[in-house]
């Protein structure tokens, strides 16, 4: 028996900046096309981080680290794919 996780295909930038924007409070506007910034930079803190840990535990399985918000989506992204269980 597989599970959604398993049958699903990548974890996407457009999906981590969704939850980003859906349920830790960054700005819809705050990510531009070819934009690079860490989610600090964007003006997140540790607890849109806490959120963002949260969502992604239950939608995809996977353990986001507390220095997330170091990172840039495409870092999480990156890191998310590589920590998915299997």
Request: glycine share 0%; net charge negative.
């Given at each position: 028996?597989?599970?959604w996780t398993e049958d699903r295909g990548e974890i996407t930038?457009?999906?981590i900046k969704d939850i980003l924007v859906s349920n830790a409070g960054a700005p819809p506007d705050a990510f531009k096309e070819g934009q690079e910034e860490s989610l600090e930079e964007l003006g997140l803190d540790s607890l849109a981080v806490l959120e963002l840990q949260a969502v992604a535990k239950y939608r995809f399985d996977i353990e986001i680290p507390e220095?997330?918000?170091h990172m840039t989506v495409s870092?999480?992204?990156?890191l998310a794919n590589g920590n998915r269980t299997r």
């Open positions: 028996m597989s599970t930038e457009v999906e220095e997330a918000l870092e999480i992204v990156t």
